[in-house]
């Protein structure tokens, strides 16, 4: 059973950077699509992110490329998301999940099939405020 637990969010100002990172038991990452979600108060579960597994595909929602990066660390089962440039509209709770589906196979679907990940971490809090 894949259990996953999400680390590295906090407060941070404005222009700052953050390192959320996927850790993984119970299998190996190498062999899920791994998604980051994000929601904040009030407003609906959005995709941030998505990295394939067979070839390391990586999708980013308009609002975080180029600012955002995904990433796996295979040695470490551990899959991390590299923000920078934060801005105040990036607060929300993150969440990563895991399937064995390839979910981040179709660019045009992948921020909404967040139903049907198997495997959810707990989330954690980022807020950027100056």
């Known amino acids: 059973q894949l259990a996953l637990v999400e680390s590295g969010g906090g407060l941070v100002q404005p222009g700052g950077s953050l390192r959320l990172s996927c850790a993984a038991s119970?299998?190996?990452?190498?062999?899920?699509?791994i998604g980051w979600f994000r929601q904040a108060p009030g407003k609906e579960r959005e995709g941030v992110s998505c990295?394939?597994?067979?070839?390391?595909?990586?999708h980013y929602a308009d609002s975080v490329k180029g600012r955002f990066t995904i990433s796996r660390d295979n040695a470490k089962n551990t899959v991390h998301l590299q923000m920078n440039n934060l801005k105040p509209e990036d607060t929300a709770v993150y969440y990563c999940?895991?399937?064995?589906?390839?979910?981040?196979?179709?660019?045009?679907?992948?921020?909404?099939?967040?139903?049907?990940?198997?495997?959810w971490g707990q989330g954690t809090q980022v807020t950027v405020s100056p």
């Open positions: 119970g299998d190996t990452l190498d062999y899920y699509a």
């Open positions: 999940a895991a399937d064995a589906l390839p979910l981040c196979a179709d660019s045009s679907t992948w921020g909404s099939v967040a139903a049907y990940y198997k495997y």
């Open positions: 990295i394939n597994s067979s070839d390391g595909t990586t």
